[in-house]
Structures are given as structure tokens and as C-alpha cells.
């Protein structure tokens, strides 16, 4: 398995990137007793500009704080995908929202689905984050589903039917990228 | 040790957390970003262990009522940014000359003035030594991990306890906002600043009278209770009252400063990685410590000798620690998000005049690794295959 | 105790000038203490800087002397941080509500539980006499000398508008009054302010043809206005003129009052424990 994964959600204010990164790093290190680091980068505003946020997974001490050779990039919105278009290298692992996305010529890896349906057929519009996480850890394997399923049970406590939601969501996510 | 609990959150938390752990009981503080969420924190947290979080109309404020609360007994903190610790320096001056312990965070931002106010900068280094008029020493701590937040905290209200001084603890944007696993635990062997002799009789107390004891740290009761006392921010004698005689002025100036400086080897903490063959040496601190340790594994990947010097205490500065570093190795970088505040200090204690190397970017982004290994390949290492970005 | 057991006598004579007013404060806050019943060892002192800012040093009541005009933000944290305190604060004009006003009216608001005494002498008479925010127009200062062209402050207004609980103004030659009005200060829970006029007679007289202390003193007496006359005069009548007496005494819980019983009333120390 491999040990070391740089990953970079981005995407505009609002659609829940923080919470993306924050799940994945609290469940590798809260969880699996793992390393995690994650920053984000957001503009002023608090909705409607570019954000993004790095989380760097591993088994040992992870020094640089910020992705640079990135592994995966999850883009949720056209602007983010964007940025990250042309500059990939072909081994990275380009993920995005196709309803948001129009697809364009990349170096990377690219796997576009639609996120936004999936999270309306999971009953959960609003989880497209959620979603996003799901595909990327069906097709990363970086994370336990259990140890993602364990933080979103810790995150939403007292709040069931969001908590629901959220969990289909994120199977939703899992089960189309295992096909 | 105590473990109580592992969690992922950011720097800005766990020094908030560090800060009730080390026993804090009142906050006073003005929003700034981005240090914000300490005071959202501690407005959350104090009144679940019986303490007190005010929000004040400004800095200036903020740092003159945990001021008077530490005076009146409380471990006190405030928390802001570079903006926020400019307005501070008048009144850290009346917590410096009547030996009031408190602890101030600074996460620092971009400047100067208002700068680029979410971005980050290591740029506050020489204010926190001299930003107050006249001298006096200080004690600054800087984290490089959310772990560290938690722990330079709690070290922080120690040394300030056990000194009776004003600690900064200089994090950084990057640090304050990064998220990391950290464990709360319980602080062992928490310091509380010292009480008089329970024989000592009770009334008017002189409680500037550090020449009587041993280690120059005058006891330090609070308000209401059976000592009564003055504090003064103006030059004092011993039992507080003005005083201009200019033999007492000496005397306790020379002693703001002599009681961190000749406590040095117990306030400095430092930290080497790979120094014991290093020719390259990388003096670093904060989130620069983590562009230096990255640069550090590139290096080594590569065969060449890099070591990182990792200092936690910024002042006093670590200069026994530098000029051991320094001693065997061909040069040393400084890598610093500031235009060479660190890298000057590293200077003075450079005792073969090696080339000493800043790497500095102000532009409010983290120093990158290649960046580090830019500057020793353009200069020594021509083999380095590593390219910046 | 008594009165006179709160001064230390070994610190006397104090330093202010022939003809100030502050020593007639300095009796009135003596005799309020003894008043009000406090001991030493209860009761902190805090002064900011400036000739009235000395004032601590002839008391023998606990002190915190500060910075200019950052008393009242110390104040707030020894009271916040020990609630059985009696914390009385020293303010000068200059001091209070010129470079501290900004502290001022966030005490009065906050309502924090404090008893501040401000003495107003129209001036900054340690430094030479410039002119303050209470300077009356007109006055001429070491850094007016054409004559000054800023209105002051009514600082009572400015206390009562912006929420303190106990309002009082006096003049410092009315020593049993303004002890009075302290002491009730004093008694109240929340922010009292009494604000006492005071003659500085070496700069302030001086530089306004007021050579003599008595003359300095009558001018001061023709531009106040006891309460009860006031009532009965019109706004024309009033310019320019200060009224003395008791002038606002409202209800309202105090900041660290009202801190602790939300944190009780709500359980959040309870709520702290289960999670």
C-alpha cells in the first residue's frame, strides 16, 4: 500500500472542502493512528471565491505542510478545475464534478462524475463534498471507509437525519467508483 | 502523563486548549485575524472551568485587563496579531516593570500596518524583543506543529509564572490555521508564580524585593489577600513607590533583563535533526522549520550532509545552541518569512564567518522546500538535481 | 477604620502644588472609605498617570499604577478577576476621558463594577499645563496660547449617555459632599462615576488671569449649578454651566454579576462536566 498521499480539494466557498479535508485527516490520524496535515487557502469572502485545501497523509513525520507533488486533486467547480487543467503531471489522479466541469485536455488522469446527482439521488444536495470523498476513497484505498464513516458519525452527533444523509453520500460516492 | 484525548484540529485550538490546560482562567482580547478563533475558543471554554473571557474595545485594553486579573491572581492571555501586538507594546512595558506574568500569542500575519491580513509572515521577531521602549528582556516561544501549540503554550504560562514576565508565543498563519493530530494532556508540573513564606508577616509587602531571594524572582501574592501591595509602571523601588533615584534604576533595569538572560539554559529549547555530520546547517523556526525539514530529507535523499536547527525559543536567543551548530558546518541558511529578522541574530554568534545564507520571502506564501535547496545548489551543492517549482 | 488611618503619613507633604484641589479629593475619598467600611487589604487603588495619578502613593490601600489613561481597562481585569474587591479608580481629565476616553465609555457601558473618581482641572498639569478635552473654548493653555478652539467634554453627559450606573459631580472644595457622593458610589454595584472639578492653580489659573488660588476657586463656583437650581432654569440660562449634585442613579446588574449568573443559569459549567 502506498504510504504517502498528497491530496488537494478545491473549489469555491461554500461547497464544503474544509470539511472534506478535516474528515479524511481526522480519520487517518484520529482513527488509524496515522499522519495528517491539512491548510487550506480561501480568499476573504466567505462564499463564491476559489478554495481549496491540502491534507497530506502518511505512516511517518510529514515536514512540508502544503501539497507539491500533488497525488490527487478533487475539483468541485470550474474555476478550481481550471487551475489545475494544464499543470498536472500524468500521474496524478484528477477528480471532478462533471456537472459543474466541462472536461478539457489534461495531462493528469481524469475521472469526471456527476457529483451533484449523486448526492441529490442519496437524498443529500447539499454533500457533494461528501460524495467527492467517497469516490476518493474508493479509488485511493488512503483511508478505511469505516474510519470516514466513524468521523462523520462523530461530526454530525445529535443530528441523525443529516448524519443519514451524509452517510449515503459518502456510500454513494464509494459504490460508484468500485464499478 | 495524562493522556486525555487525540484530536485533529487546528494550531489556533490547541493553544487555546495548552492555555486552559497550563491552568489560564481569564482571557481579554480584541478579534483579529488570524488569531479569532483562540478568543472564540477561550469565549466558549473559560466558562466551563470557572473562569472569565472578556472581549475589550481594543489591544491596548485587551493586554491591561489580563494585566490586572494576573495582579488580582488569574493565569491571564490575550491573543492577536502583528497589528494587535504594535498596540500591546505600552502596556507589555507596565508588565515587564511590574513583573506581572502573562502570556501573549501573536500568530503572526503579513505587514507592515494592516498588511495582507490572511496571509502568512514570520515578520514580528524583532518587535517582540524590542517593540516595548527601553530595555528588558523577553521571552518568546515559536511552534512548528499543532502538538507544539499545545505544549510551547503551556511552557509559555510556566516561564512566565516562574520568571513574574510577559512570554510570547509567536505562531504563525500557517501554523495557527493548519490542522494536525495533537494529544491534550494533562500538564506535568505546572509552575505557579510564588507565594511569600506563610510566616511572613502580613500587611504593607514589598513586592519588588527579588534581592532577598536566591534566584532574584520576588514572591508574587494577589490582591485581597493578606499582603498588601503596589504595582507600578513607573520606575519603583522595592515596596512600588516611585522612586528616580538613578542607583535604583540601574539596579532594577539591569534586573529586567538579567533575569531571562542568566536563565537562559532554562527558557532556550531547541531542537537538531541530523547536525551531527551536517555541512550544511538550516537555522529555522515556525512553519519555516517544516520548509527546512522537507528541504533537509530532499538534501539527504541526495547524499549531502544537510541538518536543521530547530529553534522553539526565539528569545532569549539561542546563541550557545547557533554557535554550536555553526562550528563545524560550511555554511548555514536561514530560511524566514521575514527579510533576515533570525538570520542576523544567527550572524552574531557566526565565530568561524562562515557564509550565513538567508531565504526570505515576504509575499505572504510558506517558504518552499526547493527554495532552501535552490539557495545551497546555486551556491555550493552544483550536483543537487532538485529543481524549485 | 477612620478616615485619617488610610493616609500614609510618612509619604506626606504630597508633592501638588499650593492652592490644587487634589489634597481636598484625597480627604473626601479617605472619608468615603471609612464611609463605606472598607479595610486595606479588600480595596485596590488604580491610577493612571498625571498629578492625580500620585494619589495612590499617600494611601495605604493596595495600588496598581498604570499607564496614562488605561486605568480603567486594569481596573476591569482586577475586578473581573477577583469579584470581592473594591476597586476604586483614580482619573484625571487628561488621563480619563481625553487620551482613556475610548476605555471610559466602554467601562460605563460594560457597567463593570468599579467606583471611578475623575478630577477635572481643565488641563494637563503635569506636563506644563496644555489643554485637555474638557479645556473649556477660549482658555488659554501652553499649547493654546491664542485661545482654544475645541469644545470640551461634559463628562457626566458623556457617562450617562454611554451607561453608567451612578452618576455624581462636585467641586473639590465641598469635601463632605464629594465624600458623600463617593461613598454612595461606592455602594453601588455597577459603574459610579463622580467627577470633581479641581483648581490647578499653577497652570491653569495662571494662564487664564486667575493668578490667586481664590480666584481660581471663584470662577470655578460661578460656573456650576447645584441639581435643584438647574431644574428650575432654562437651557440659555444653563450654557456653558456645570451642574453639580447627584445627577443619575439607575438599576442594572453589573458585568461580572451578570457573567456569573448567565454561566449558572444556563449550566454551562454543568454542561462542561458531562461531555
Given at each position: 500500500m502506498k504510504q504517502r498521499w498528497e491530496i488537494i480539494f478545491s473549489g469555491v466557498?461554500?461547497?464544503g472542502l474544509l470539511l472534506s479535508g478535516n474528515l479524511l485527516g481526522a480519520a487517518v490520524s484520529v482513527i488509524e493512528k496515522r499522519q495528517a496535515v491539512m491548510t487550506c487557502t480561501y480568499g476573504t469572502e466567505t462564499r463564491g471565491t476559489f478554495t481549496k485545501s491540502d491534507v497530506i497523509l502518511s505512516d511517518g513525520y510529514i515536514d512540508f505542510p502544503e501539497v507539491l507533488d500533488a497525488d490527487v486533486v478533487v475539483s468541485l467547480a470550474q474555476i478550481a478545475y481550471d487551475r489545475y487543467v494544464d499543470v498536472l503531471k500524468p500521474k496524478t489522479l484528477f477528480l471532478y464534478n462533471s456537472n459543474q466541469v466541462k472536461e478539457a485536455p489534461s495531462p493528469a488522469r481524469q475521472v469526471g462524475l456527476p457529483m451533484e446527482e449523486m448526492a441529490a439521488q442519496a437524498g443529500?444536495?447539499?454533500a457533494v463534498n461528501i460524495v467527492a470523498l467517497g469516490i476518493l476513497t474508493a479509488l485511493t484505498k488512503c483511508v478505511q471507509p469505516t474510519s470516514i464513516q466513524e468521523m462523520l458519525t462523530r461530526h454530525f452527533k445529535g443530528r441523525q437525519d443529516v448524519l443519514g444523509a451524509n452517510i449515503k453520500a459518502f456510500e454513494a460516492g464509494l459504490e460508484e467508483a468500485g464499478k | 502523563m495524562n493522556t486525555w484525548e487525540i484530536r485533529f484540529a487546528m494550531g489556533n485550538e490547541a493553544i487555546a486548549e495548552g492555555a486552559l490546560a497550563a491552568g489560564a482562567r481569564f482571557y481579554a482580547g480584541y478579534p483579529i485575524t488570524p488569531s479569532s478563533e483562540i478568543a472564540e475558543i477561550a469565549s466558549r471554554r473559560l466558562p466551563q472551568v470557572g473562569g472569565v473571557f472578556i472581549q475589550m474595545e481594543d489591544e491596548i485594553a485587551s493586554i491591561a485587563a489580563i494585566i490586572g486579573a494576573s495582579a488580582a491572581g488569574k493565569k491571564s492571555f490575550t491573543a492577536t496579531s502583528g497589528p494587535g501586538v504594535s498596540l500591546m507594546q505600552e502596556n507589555l512595558g507596565v508588565a515587564v516593570m511590574s513583573e506581572i506574568p502573562c502570556v501573549i500569542i501573536d500568530v503572526q500575519r503579513s505587514g507592515?500596518?494592516?498588511?495582507?491580513?490572511?496571509k502568512p509572515a514570520q515578520g514580528d521577531v524583532m518587535q517582540a524583543r524590542w517593540g516595548t521602549h527601553g530595555d528588558h528582556g523577553i521571552i518568546a516561544l515559536a511552534p512548528s506543529s499543532v502538538q507544539e501549540c499545545y505544549d510551547l503554550t503551556i511552557k509559555a504560562f510556566d516561564f512566565s509564572e516562574k520568571y513574574r514576565t510577559p512570554v510570547y508565543l509567536m505562531a504563525d498563519e500557517v501554523i495557527g490555521h493548519m490542522r494536525e493530530p495533537y494529544v491534550l494532556h494533562e500538564a506535568a508540573g505546572l509552575v505557579s508564580r510564588k507565594q511569600p513564606d506563610p510566616s511572613e508577616p502580613g500587611g504593607d509587602y514589598k513586592i519588588f524585593d527579588f534581592e532577598r531571594y536566591d534566584d532574584h524572582i520576588a514572591p508574587m501574592p494577589p490582591y485581597g489577600g493578606k499582603y498588601i501591595f503596589r504595582m507600578n509602571g513607573?520606575?519603583?523601588?522595592e515596596a512600588g513607590f516611585g522612586c528616580g533615584a538613578s542607583d535604583n534604576a540601574d539596579k532594577f533595569i539591569r534586573h529586567y533583563e538579567d533575569k531571562i538572560t542568566k536563565n537562559r539554559d532554562d527558557i532556550v529549547m531547541t531542537e537538531s535533526y541530523?547536525?551531527?555530520?551536517?555541512?550544511y546547517v538550516l537555522v529555522s523556526f515556525g512553519c519555516s522549520a517544516r520548509s527546512a525539514m522537507a528541504a533537509m530529507r530532499l538534501a539527504r535523499q541526495e547524499g549531502e550532509k544537510v541538518g536543521v536547527l530547530k529553534l522553539m525559543t526565539l528569545w532569549p536567543f539561542p546563541d550557545k545552541e547557533v554557535a554550536a551548530a555553526l562550528k563545524k558546518a560550511k555554511a548555514a541558511v536561514v530560511p524566514e518569512m521575514n527579510l533576515g529578522q533570525v538570520a542576523s541574530e544567527v550572524s552574531r554568534y557566526n565565530e568561524r564567518k562562515i557564509p550565513v545564507i538567508g531565504v526570505n520571502r515576504v509575499d505572504g506564501s510558506m517558504i518552499t522546500p526547493y527554495q532552501i535547496l535552490d539557495a545551497l545548489k546555486g551556491l555550493y551543492?552544483?550536483?543537487?538535481s532538485l529543481k524549485g517549482l | 477604620m477612620k478616615h485619617n488611618e488610610f493616609i500614609r503619613e510618612d509619604r506626606l507633604p504630597t508633592f501638588w502644588c499650593g492652592g490644587c484641589g487634589y489634597g481636598q479629593v484625597m480627604n473626601s475619598i479617605t472619608r468615603a472609605f471609612e464611609k463605606a467600611g472598607v479595610t486595606l487589604n479588600d480595596t485596590v487603588l488604580v491610577s493612571g498617570i498625571g498629578c492625580w495619578g500620585h494619589v495612590d502613593s499617600f494611601l495605604k490601600v493596595n495600588a496598581f499604577h498604570g499607564t496614562h489613561g488605561r486605568a480603567l481597562a486594569f481596573a476591569t481585569g482586577i475586578k473581573l478577576a477577583n469579584p470581592e474587591l473594591n476597586v476604586v479608580v483614580a482619573l484625571g481629565d487628561g488621563d480619563g476621558v481625553t487620551i482613556g476616553g475610548n476605555h471610559f465609555i466602554h467601562a460605563c457601558r460594560r457597567n463593570i463594577d468599579l467606583t471611578a473618581i475623575l478630577c477635572n482641572n481643565y488641563n494637563y498639569g503635569m506636563t506644563g499645563g496644555q489643554y485637555s478635552s474638557t479645556t473649556p473654548e477660549h482658555s488659554i493653555t501652553s499649547t493654546s496660547p491664542y485661545g482654544h478652539i475645541e469644545p470640551g467634554f461634559d463628562i457626566c453627559k458623556l457617562a450617562e449617555v454611554s451607561g453608567a450606573r451612578y452618576i455624581a459631580r462636585s467641586i473639590s472644595e465641598n469635601v463632605t459632599q464629594t465624600a458623600e457622593y463617593i461613598a454612595e458610589a461606592m455602594s453601588k454595584k455597577g459603574f459610579s462615576f463622580v467627577e470633581v472639578l479641581t483648581p490647578c492653580t499653577t497652570h491653569y489659573g495662571r494662564n487664564n488671569a486667575m493668578k490667586h488660588p481664590p480666584e481660581l476657586y471663584r470662577w470655578l463656583k460661578s460656573t456650576v449649578v447645584p441639581a435643584a437650581a438647574a431644574a428650575k432654569m432654562t437651557e440659555d440660562q444653563l450654557r456653558n454651566k456645570f451642574i453639580i449634585g447627584k445627577l443619575y442613579d439607575r438599576p442594572g446588574q453589573d458585568y461580572g454579576t451578570r457573567y456569573r449568573d448567565e454561566i449558572q443559569a444556563k449550566g454551562i459549567e454543568d454542561l462542561a462536566k458531562k461531555e
Open positions: 466557498g461554500g461547497q443529500a444536495p447539499a | 507592515p500596518s494592516t498588511g495582507l491580513a490572511t513607573s520606575m519603583h523601588d541530523n547536525m551531527e555530520d551536517a555541512d551543492l552544483k550536483g543537487l | -
